[in-house]
């Protein structure tokens, strides 16, 4: 049988802990024997591999609050409610043997609220764990020319029982070491060339995070999780330039980034019986102390030394309390009730300086020393799902938010919003073989609250004004995807989506001299979009697939300054991502190869343009041993195809509808890596 037939979908039995929220006749299931091919070692690995399928990774980490499901993972039939862990983390800390079934679900059918378009249930086997502690190890260090090594990039996690409870302990450090160099050409209006900047740029990100979660099922049914994490976010940037200037001669420049990081979040939630359902109350702090400082010295030969500094240091905060109650009734209604409420906050101190002649920094007045964000936000929602054909489910979610908004600094005020927000999806079985989702949803997004505050960019000569004015953007949005199963062939999904939407956050004029972030008029956001797998035994290459991931996005917004349309500044125009796999069937080898190419739209300030994007392609290629003393062991040679950093920024007398002062065309290589990952489960 070939590996991706799904396996028929039947109800649980044995020791496999029922997945609650799963209908097991719409279910494609996949059973751990499906993939015995990749000789998977982590959940992840068994998920990575269904076809057509692409996890979602969103953690409401960026937003405020939990608010309904983000994330297209279930594992026993539960979303994943813990803002600081994302799907892939959860699923890379469950080792294969633990793994029962993985469903793909219709999420409109699911008693989730949130969900549309395909979900992976993860069911586990439930008292496989009771003979001790599974360890999960993943490495993966990388070397590059001319940037340091990276030898600390991964993860180690333990699962297991401490008499009936779930323990799992985590140390994950998702570090990077990024770089580039070459020339910068700097010409003046009239194209002519001034001079040319000879550069180099590191990046060096360290991001050790320690995490423990527990969780338990008593006798009667109730269950409760806790979880508890605490990390350390290390940035340290560099860009050193070399040129000579007219009226200068030689000219050193020496940029200068630093942050210093941490943050910790305790919360957990407990589910019991309640009358004819059940009611999960889930609660959850956290905190973030943020430094950084920018610094940017010049040494010319004839002129001498200049400097500037910016430093700020952010404190965050955030309380959630929240209560959601469901229930089914005879009929086959899934209904559910949810009360959210949050407190959030955010201190900022900042200092803007100047350097002097003894090296020292003269604090300079600038109008945003001291900025303090506060939110108290709560939100109810009523969510109804249920089956209205044979081939046909629906879910209906309404709700309603509110929020008092009160912000010191640039236009201190406090505002309160309310406004009305939900969803309705449907999931339609055309046929056994093809699924259509659609969904219509009114989306609240939520402010950053750091636009609220004023900063400077020093290597640039740019600032930002703060804006107590700002108001939470909103998408008015739908939806429409057609899924393909192609049986032996593999799996294939169109999605096409438009949005209107309301005070979408750009940069704008806030007075005749000063620009911030502000809100737009309304916009039309246009999204096309495909996942596909192809299985290529049919053709008779056995063990051998290929992935596709292929999106084009067209964001319109009115410009501020001339009313015209535009795109939206950084908005992405198109992402491209071709994978090919070979098994070699026989064998524990494989190997692949990938391409990748993603491509936004320039971002525009009120006196400049700046376009940043990647030149020719992204292209890699693999070699994995499945079996090297129980680990899979893979090598990676990255960036086959010389792919460059490229910035072309154009910088205007006054207003970007004026004269040119100058452009900048930067040119940055990152040349060619080797990393390796070595995973396995002990």
């Known amino acids: 049988m070939w590996p991706f037939a799904p396996a028929a979908a039947q109800e649980a039995t044995g020791d496999a802990a029922p997945a609650v929220a799963t209908d097991a006749r719409r279910a494609q299931r996949y059973a751990p024997e499906d993939f015995r091919r990749f000789a998977p070692r982590t959940a992840l690995d068994m998920v990575e591999k269904v076809p057509g399928f692409l996890i979602v990774t969103g953690t409401n980490g960026g937003d405020r609050g939990l608010g309904a499901a983000t994330q297209n993972v279930l594992i026993g039939g539960e979303r994943i409610a813990n803002k600081t862990t994302d799907a892939r983390a959860a699923l890379s800390r469950i080792a294969a043997s633990d793994v029962a079934w993985i469903d793909i679900v219709d999420g409109a059918s699911l008693s989730v609220p949130g969900l549309s378009g395909q979900v992976a249930n993860i069911v586990l086997v439930a008292g496989k764990r009771a003979g001790g502690f599974k360890t999960t190890v993943r490495w993966q260090p990388e070397l590059r020319p001319r940037i340091r090594d990276n030898w600390f990039n991964g993860e180690i996690s333990t699962s297991g029982k401490l008499g009936g409870t779930d323990l799992t302990l985590s140390l994950k450090n998702e570090a990077t070491r990024a770089g580039g160099w070459g020339p910068e050409r700097v010409y003046d209006g009239d194209g002519v060339l001034l001079f040319t900047r000879d550069e180099h740029m590191h990046s060096y990100f360290d991001s050790p995070r320690l995490s423990a979660a527990l969780?338990?099922?008593t006798a009667n049914g109730n269950k409760w999780n806790f979880n508890l994490g605490g990390q350390l976010q290390i940035l340290d940037d560099a860009v050193r330039g070399t040129s000579v200037q007219p009226g200068a001669g030689r000219v050193d420049e020496d940029f200068r980034f630093s942050e210093d990081e941490h943050n910790f979040d305790i919360g957990g939630d407990y589910e019991f019986a309640l009358g004819k359902g059940r009611l999960k109350?889930?609660?959850?702090?956290?905190?973030?102390?943020?430094?950084?400082a920018?610094?940017?010295?010049?040494?010319?030969?004839?002129?001498?030394r200049s400097g500037e500094r910016f430093k700020q240091t952010a404190d965050e905060g955030e309380a959630i309390l929240r209560g959601e109650y469901g229930w089914r009734t005879a009929g086959g209604t899934d209904w559910q009730i949810a009360l959210e409420g949050a407190y959030n906050t955010l201190d900022v101190d900042a200092e803007y300086a100047t350097l002097r002649p003894d090296g020292s920094f003269q604090p300079v007045i600038f109008g945003g020393e001291q900025t303090k964000v506060e939110e108290k936000r709560g939100e109810a929602s009523l969510t109804w799902g249920r089956s209205l054909a044979p081939n046909l489910t629906a879910?209906?979610?309404?709700?309603?938010?509110y929020s008092e908004l009160t912000s010191s600094g640039p236009d201190g005020l406090t505002r309160r919003f309310v406004r009305p927000k939900g969803k309705i999806a449907l999931a339609w079985k055309l046929s056994p073989k093809t699924t259509v989702n659609w969904h219509v949803q009114r989306r609240v997004d939520q402010l950053n609250f750091l636009d609220f505050a004023s900063s400077v960019d020093v290597a640039n000569g740019q600032g930002n004004g703060g804006n107590g004015r700002l108001v939470p953007p909103i998408l008015n949005r739908t939806e429409l995807e057609v899924v393909q199963d192609m049986g032996a062939w593999g799996n294939a999904s169109l999605a096409v989506a438009y949005a209107y939407a309301e005070d979408i956050v750009d940069q704008i004029p806030l007075s005749p001299t000063t620009e911030g972030r502000g809100n737009l008029p309304p916009a039309h956001l246009y999204r096309v979009s495909s996942k596909a797998t192809l299985l290529l035994d049919r053709l008779g290459w056995k063990g051998?697939?290929?992935?596709?991931?292929?999106?084009?996005?067209r964001n319109r917004v009115r410009d501020p300054l001339n009313g015209r349309w535009r795109d939206q500044s950084f908005g992405q125009e198109h992402v491209i991502d071709?994978?090919?796999?070979?098994?070699?069937?026989?064998t524990d080898l494989a190997w692949g190869a990938g391409y990748f190419r993603e491509r936004y739209s320039p971002n525009l300030r009120l006196d400049s343009i700046e376009d940043e994007y990647r030149r020719h392609h992204f292209v890699t290629a693999y070699i994995e041993h499945k079996n090297v003393a129980?680990?899979?062991?893979?090598?990676?040679?990255?960036?086959?195809?010389?792919?460059?950093?490229?910035l072309d920024r154009t910088i205007f007398v006054d207003r970007r509808d004026g004269p040119v002062a100058f452009v900048e065309n930067r040119r940055r290589k990152?040349?060619?890596?080797?990393?390796f990952t070595v995973s396995g489960a002990l």
């Open 215 to 217: 969780s338990r099922t």
């Open 630 to 646: 129980g680990f899979t062991v893979r090598a990676s040679f990255r960036n086959l195809a010389d792919q460059i950093d490229a």
């Open 578 to 586: 071709l994978s090919l796999r070979h098994d070699v069937p026989g």
């Open 281 to 292: 109350l889930i609660s959850l702090y956290r905190f973030e102390h943020s430094p950084f």
């Open 670 to 675: 990152f040349g060619q890596g080797v990393q």
């Open 544 to 553: 051998a697939r290929i992935n596709s991931d292929i999106t084009w996005r």
């Open 395 to 401: 879910q209906v979610n309404l709700g309603a938010e």
């Open 294 to 304: 920018d610094t940017f010295i010049v040494d010319r030969e004839i002129g001498g």
